[in-house]
T-cell receptor, first 114, second 112 residues
Framework: AQTVTQSQPEMSVQEAETVTLSCTYD???????LFWYKQPPSRQMILVIR??????QNATENRFSVNFQKAAKSFSLKISDSQLGDAAMYFC???????????FGAGTTVTVRA | NAGVTQTPKFRVLKTGQSMTLLCAQD?????MYWYRQDPGMGLRLIHY???????AKGEVPDGYNVSRLKKQNFLLGLESAAPSQTSVYFC???????????FGSGTRLTVV
């Protein structure tokens, strides 16, 4: 199974500021998909952003953007203009093109200070 | 608009009891999954199914069984519950996985 590592158990950010969550993964494949999921206190898993490995361009969804470094096997998430509603646990996830299983990192809890 | 529905949402079991968690999806998805979420460990795959009538083991299958007799339903069974199975269980489904997976709202299971 692929290994997904999130080295930051917790991150804190001031409202309206920017926070970056790190994620690294281990794979021998050249093509795969990467995801960031948000889990608020409601427990619901919400897809934030996705990246296809064969695309060089970093994905962006409104205030959320990624820095995808394929050679370094790194997939960080940047949350800009942080809002109170961004407070949640964030999971990085990996899926290969040949396997329909999704592998998750341990998660990063984001706290937003008012 | 239901998506993925999990029942029950909460359950307390005594050690040795059995139970079945039900996952139902109305999106005609081929692939379905059961994960467990424990603090500091993210979501770990228990079992999954690539189509009606098929099941396969994931990362942590011991102590669980599954069945997928109908395409829309994926059942997770605990034959003899143990305290180590105290967790939050998530069901997920997808057609291709390329655009993401749809998750249920989770079942919090406590085994005492």
């Amino acid at each position: 199974a692929q290994t997904v590592t999130q080295s930051q158990p917790e991150m804190s950010v001031q409202e309206a500021e920017t926070v970056t969550l790190s994620c690294t993964y281990d794979t021998s494949e050249s093509d795969y998909y990467l995801f960031w999921y948000k889990q608020p206190p409601s427990r619901q898993m919400i897809l934030v952003i996705r990246q296809e490995a064969y695309k060089q361009q970093n994905a962006t969804e409104n205030r959320f953007s990624v820095n995808f470094q394929k050679a370094a096997k790194s997939f960080s998430l940047k949350i800009s203009d942080s809002q109170l509603g961004d407070a949640a646990m964030y999971f990085c996830a990996y899926r290969s093109v040949t396997d329909y299983k999704l592998s998750f990192g341990a998660g990063t809890t984001v706290t937003v200070r008012a | 608009n239901a998506g993925v529905t999990q029942t029950p949402k909460f359950r307390v079991l005594k050690t040795g009891q059995s139970m079945t968690l039900l996952c139902a999806q109305d999106m005609n998805h081929e692939y379905m999954y059961w994960y467990r979420q424990d603090p500091g460990m993210g979501l770990r795959l228990i079992h999954y199914s690539v189509g009606e009538g098929t099941t396969a083991k994931g990362e942590v299958p011991d102590g669980y069984n599954v069945s997928r007799l109908k395409k829309q339903n994926f059942l997770l069974g605990l034959e003899s519950a143990a305290p180590s199975q105290t967790s939050v269980y998530f069901c997920a489904s997808t057609n291709t996985g390329i655009y993401g997976y749809t998750f249920g709202s989770g079942t919090r299971l406590t085994v005492v």
